[in-house]
């Protein structure tokens, strides 16, 4: 690992049954930064958060997380899946999601403290949602239970936060909430990965991108790896290059990521050629 990095991956590979997923990942993630995690669908975006939140097992390589506190909780990162994964039937509050963020500190058994409370109330504030605290979470739009899954992330006060498509159906207004709380992260030092398929707001909105089809073909800052090389290396004909755009024809989306992937590119986003 080096020096500066917070997450170090070394060659890491995973697999489904006999199929690789992801092959030889090697990266490091420096202490605060932001990285847009981007492939078509398909591509290993999921796999990648799974095995680094432990969820999926490694089949070779790697990861290793460095923290700047040596007294670091034991579960320094906060992983907010994609919202299609998530059983919105459970009958429980948004008060009660955001609070289940607390649980790793606290241990099943533990009464939530004062501390813990204040934790939660301040996550619900951060996110805009403390007016919905004693509504069920199943009742909220998409854009509402995103922001709650957010502040329950939050309210593990991770060190590393893994967002897997937060701005997929979603609308314009919280997908900027979202990147204003990212900014609002990266002042105070917190670690992020983003998967999207939006390479505009990949290139405009993070310092950092990996670029992945069931491979790293590229890491870097957005204009070294946003080439037309590696996005016809990461999206093969679904690429198309016109006129200093880059139009992604989901005409033929790939195969689901995994057992839970979902999803299709979208349609039109422009970004450097």
């Known amino acids: 690992m080096s ?31 932001q990285v847009a995690v981007v492939g078509p669908n398909g591509a290993g975006k999921s796999t990648l958060f799974k095995a680094l939140v432990g969820l999926l097992p490694l089949r070779g390589g790697s990861i290793e997380l460095r923290d700047r506190d040596a007294e670091a909780p034991a579960e320094p990162i906060a992983y907010v899946p994609q919202r299609e994964e998530i059983d919105w039937s459970f009958p429980v509050t ?11 500190r606290l241990g099943w058994l533990r009464r939530p403290q004062a501390a813990d409370r204040e934790v939660v109330a301040r996550s619900l504030e951060e996110l805009a949602i403390a007016d919905l605290a004693s509504r069920p979470v199943g009742g909220l739009s998409g854009g509402q239970q995103q922001r709650v899954f957010l502040a329950r992330a939050l309210a593990q006060e991770p060190h590393v936060l893994l967002l897997d498509e ?10 900027e909430a979202l990147l204003d709380l990212l900014e609002r992260l990266r002042r105070r030092g917190i670690t992020v990965l983003v998967s999207t398929h939006d390479m505009q707001t990949a290139q405009q909105r993070f310092e950092l991108v990996a670029l ?39 005409c033929c989306p790939g195969p ?11 349609g039109d986003h422009g970004g450097p050629s």
């Open 3 to 33: 020096a500066g990095a917070c997450l170090s991956l070394t060659s890491v590979t995973v697999a489904y049954g006999g199929r690789a997923a992801l092959e030889q990942v090697t990266m490091d993630v420096p202490h605060g930064g």
């Open 94 to 104: 948004v008060s009660d999601v955001v609070m289940m963020g607390r649980y790793g």
């Open 212 to 250: 992945l089809n069931g491979r790293l073909i590229a890491y870097g800052p957005p204009p070294a790896v946003f080439t037309p090389e590696h996005i016809s290396a990461a999206f093969g004909g679904q690429a198309l290059f016109l006129e200093g755009m880059v139009v992604i024809d989901e």
């Open 256 to 266: 689901p990521e995994d057992e839970h992937g979902h999803g299709s590119l979208p």
């Open 166 to 175: 937060p701005f997929t159906g979603v609308d314009v207004s919280v997908k």
